[in-house]
């Protein structure tokens, strides 16, 4: 009788364990995700207000996709403009939104989910080179975004968010893959945004002055640099102003000139650092946004040098050069850059939110209490339940006490994945479940890239 009892009590232990749990729990959870994930994304796009650089960059895109003329119009210089910042992977999603329903609002949300999709891509990716396990990868894809401050720039076309999943990718690859991460640091600064050059460069010198090897620099730039190849076919024959030369000395006052650089900032004393952080967006961020953008990715960073070794091991010679990259650009940001936008932190925060999402949805952590801090940094990130944060790291932190490993690191997973959803779930309920209204403008129905559309876009969007 009593072992008949034991083998009841293992067969439930087995059917509620991570095993268990998953196959019950999984299929009816990405169904509620994918129908509140919407229902959020709705509701962002229904309230953001018109944005140049949406319009800029929906414009250049969609007539790049339809005539390859990469252009936003005569106002900002024309055909391959320097003023023309985000590349096409930044709105491939909006912009076969806006060819299948010519509509402003779903082309936000085709963005949205276009991103998802090239998370998803690139998780797999992960998996199938490094051989990573796919246990639990389904349950992120479609939320983790949302943890992103100013994750909205992704329904604005924006090209932070998807270049830096290419380049975080990119440098999880680097010893297992090399061409292919070659291939996405290329489309990650070429057809992404040009700023990921910052982190490439510091990434790329970093693990060359290790390896000592100079022999792979060749073959190594030719595939970074196939990204690059018809898109200066495209530029030499179409640009506006003359072919590849002047291009690139336009590009090059470009940057010199650009107030987002930083590079004309010359004066480092920590009296003009402070009033320039001040005078800056700073000083228009809560205090939520000021730790989730000065103090995690710091922590953060040590966390993942704190895991070298393992992370060497699984990955081969990356903790370092990615370290490094991450530190050169939050100092760029911080020292540099006098603009302060949030969505120019993205090439930092972001970056942090997928390493150690991954490091714990991989299961990549050896120790308990990297699984736990790793999760504390991540919910910090959550938006719209942060009033219910210090209950959150409560619930976190009385599962470390789970004393079998696999129940604690299956558990956690799925405390830290139900905690998004919840985040995202109080938006929406928060602002209801709202219907999009058709919003055609019908000044763009012919063209993106002329004044009466531009002006279309403005007037409609503001009312």
């Not at 293992?10 to 009816?28: N, Q, V």
Request: charged share 15%; hydrophobic share 50%; with cysteine.
């Amino acid at each position: 009788m009593f072992q008949e009892m034991a083998n009841d009590l293992r067969g439930i232990k087995e059917a509620l364990g991570p095993s268990g749990i998953r196959k019950i729990f999984l299929a009816p959870f990405l169904i509620f995700q994918l129908f509140i994930s919407y229902n959020y994304v709705k509701n962002k796009a229904i309230d953001l207000k018109p944005f140049i650089d949406e319009y800029v960059s929906l414009s250049s895109n969609y007539h790049l996709v339809k005539e390859l003329n990469f252009s936003a119009g005569g106002f900002l210089g024309g055909t391959f403009s320097v003023y023309l910042t985000s590349g096409p992977i930044s709105a491939i999603g909006s912009v076969f939104g806006w060819i299948a329903t010519n509509d402003i609002f779903y082309s936000r949300i085709f963005n949205y989910y276009w991103i998802c999709f090239l998370l998803i891509i690139c998780s797999y990716t992960l998996i199938k080179k490094i051989g990573l396990s796919n246990r639990y990868v389904w349950i992120f894809p479609l939320i983790v975004c949302f943890t992103i401050p100013w994750w909205q720039g992704i329904l604005y076309s924006l090209g932070e968010i998807p270049s830096v999943i290419l380049i975080t990718t990119a440098m999880l690859l680097f010893n297992k893959s090399r061409k292919l991460s070659l291939l996405l640091f290329g489309f990650s600064i070429f057809l992404g945004k040009l700023l990921n050059i910052l982190i490439f460069a510091i990434f790329y010198l970093t693990h060359l002055n290790h390896s000592r090897s100079l022999k792979t620099i060749f073959n190594d730039f030719v595939y970074f640099l196939i990204p690059l190849i018809p898109w200066l076919t495209l530029i030499q024959f179409t640009y506006n102003d003359g072919g590849l030369i002047k291009y690139f000395f336009d590009l090059y006052y470009f940057v010199g000139d650009s107030n987002a650089s930083g590079i004309e900032n010359d004066n480092f004393s920590l009296t003009s650092l402070k009033q320039a952080i001040l005078l800056s967006e700073y000083s228009q961020w809560n205090i939520y946004e000021k730790i989730r953008i000065g103090i995690i990715p710091i922590l953060g960073s040590l966390l993942i040098l704190k895991n070298r070794k393992i992370l060497d091991l699984k990955f081969g010679y990356v903790t370092i050069p990615i370290f490094l990259s991450l530190i050169s650009t939050y100092l760029w940001f911080w020292i540099l850059n006098p603009l302060k936008w949030m969505r120019y932190s993205q090439h930092f925060t972001a970056i942090i939110i997928f390493l150690l999402l991954y490091l714990i949805i991989f299961d990549i952590f050896e120790k308990k209490y990297d699984f736990l801090a790793g999760s504390y940094l991540l919910i910090f990130y959550l938006d719209n339940t942060k009033k219910y944060l210090i209950y959150f790291l409560i619930l976190i932190t009385v599962s470390y006490f789970i004393k079998n490993t696999n129940v604690f690191k299956a558990s956690l997973i799925y405390i830290v994945v139900i905690l998004m959803t919840l985040d995202i779930t109080a938006g929406v309920i928060r602002k209801g479940f709202r219907e999009v209204s058709s919003l055609e403008l019908q000044a763009c129905n012919t063209s993106l890239n002329n004044d009466e559309c531009r002006e279309s876009y403005f007037e409609i969007l503001n009312e």
